[in-house]
């Protein structure tokens, strides 16, 4: 079922926690509200949902109009973070709850009722946990059932609010891995709201970047990752080094750096940000005219490696620009980080103190108007 939100609005006092914010999901869509804490993803989850009624604003299901259709009418399922599970009903008595207390027109028979379960606890991979208590399960277990339980109505929509937030990380990829597999099985039209910007890009179809009660920018996790349409939307999908310079026909300065950018070839000594990835720098080790072009003009900085920190096959560099080559780098004591191959550390012998040179191999500027 294809979901609808227009121009919806909403405020809690003083806060807005939503401002006109529109978005279309169409059928089968599988898309992440992600965002910080306080953006809204919530609210407006909660909204969809009929769990909370919008100041302005519509949300249409399938082309209906059903902003004023109370919660139990709508057809939607939820999963929350922290499962809700009823405590003293087994997981079998869990799962049939939603069937059971339909109404007796639309209530299935017991042995129906009982097939349905099973066949749910079976594509959650869990039947033979029927018999248990919520308290004998993981915490991963017990999420599988909520999902089921959810699923057990039938839901046009699923919601999943913060799903695997209470899990740990290796727990919380298993479930991602999980109910990506999931849904290209079931193809429910599903939202869920999360903070965790790899959870969001490795499970949804499409991400919805939320900032301040707005959307700052909706596409596939490919689309967002690689073309970012703000510098918001830049800071909170990744590490991300920010330097602030000026923009100037076509070439960005930066004190200790300079930068082509045609694309903003118009600005006449603008105020620019320029965002580099840690894995976009280049390090090399030091030499006198090392960071020069060949008219001499800087294109790298020359930095002083404060910290090396290697796991696994990525050396992660915590870099110091030197005070005769130092660009105004916005950040906690102005450290820029740098991601190489552990193999490539190893060979270069980098030690800790050494002079490096860093040079930004690609880098995405904003201008300021």
């Known amino acids: 079922m294809s979901i609808e939100i227009r121009n919806v609005s909403k405020r809690f006092g003083d806060f807005h926690a939503l401002r006109d914010v529109s ?6 869509e599988l898309v992440a509200l992600l965002g910080p804490s306080g953006c809204g993803k919530t609210t407006l989850l909660r909204i969809i949902a009929g769990l909370e009624t919008a100041d302005a604003g519509s949300i249409l299901f399938a082309g209906e109009d059903t902003t004023d259709v109370h919660v139990r009418e709508r057809q939607v399922g939820f999963v929350f973070q922290h499962y809700a599970l009823f405590r003293h009903m087994t997981v079998f008595e869990n799962v049939a709850f939603g069937l059971r207390v339909k109404p007796r027109g639309q209530r299935p028979p017991e042995d129906q009722i009982r097939k349905k379960v099973h066949d749910l606890l079976n ?14 399960l ?3 277990q017990r999420q599988r059932i909520a999902l089921a339980r959810a699923l057990a109505v039938e839901p046009k929509v699923l919601l999943l609010d913060e799903p695997f937030g209470a899990l740990d990380a290796k727990v919380r990829k298993e479930l991602r891995r999980w109910l990506r597999r999931l849904h290209d099985d079931l193809h429910v039209t599903s939202i869920f709201v999360t903070h965790d ?3 969001a890009l490795e499970v949804a179809d499409r991400v919805v970047l939320m900032n301040a009660g707005k959307v700052e920018q909706i596409g596939s996790p490919q689309e967002v990752w690689d073309h970012p349409a703000s510098p918001f939307v830049y800071g909170f999908l990744g590490d991300v080094n920010m330097f602030h310079g000026r ?3 076509g070439e960005i300065h930066l004190d200790g750096l300079q930068l082509e950018s045609p694309e903003h070839a118009g600005a006449e000594n603008a105020k620019a940000f320029a965002y580099v990835r840690p894995h976009d720098l280049d390090v090399q080790r030091y030499s ?3 960071g020069l072009d060949a008219q001499g003009r800087p294109r790298g900085i020359v930095v002083q490696l404060a ?4 796991v696994g096959p ?3 560099l915590e870099l110091i620009p030197v005070e005769d080559n130092k660009p105004d780098v916005a950040g906690p004591e102005a450290i820029i980080e740098a991601q190489i191959p552990a193999q490539q550390f190893k060979e270069q012998g980098f030690t800790e103190g050494e002079t490096l040179v860093v040079t930004p191999r690609r880098a995405r500027v904003f201008v300021e108007n």
């Not at 594509?123 to 004998?136: E, G, H, K, N, Y």
């Open 23 to 28: 978005l279309n999901i169409d059928s089968g």
């Open 307 to 310: 910290r090396a920190i290697v």
């Open 247 to 249: 923009a100037h026909q």
């Open 138 to 140: 993981s915490g991963g």
């Open 123 to 136: 594509l959650v991979q869990l039947d033979w946990l029927a018999d248990r208590f919520p308290s004998q």
């Open 197 to 199: 910007q790899e959870e």
């Open 314 to 316: 990525v050396a992660r």
């Open 288 to 290: 006198p005219g090392a």
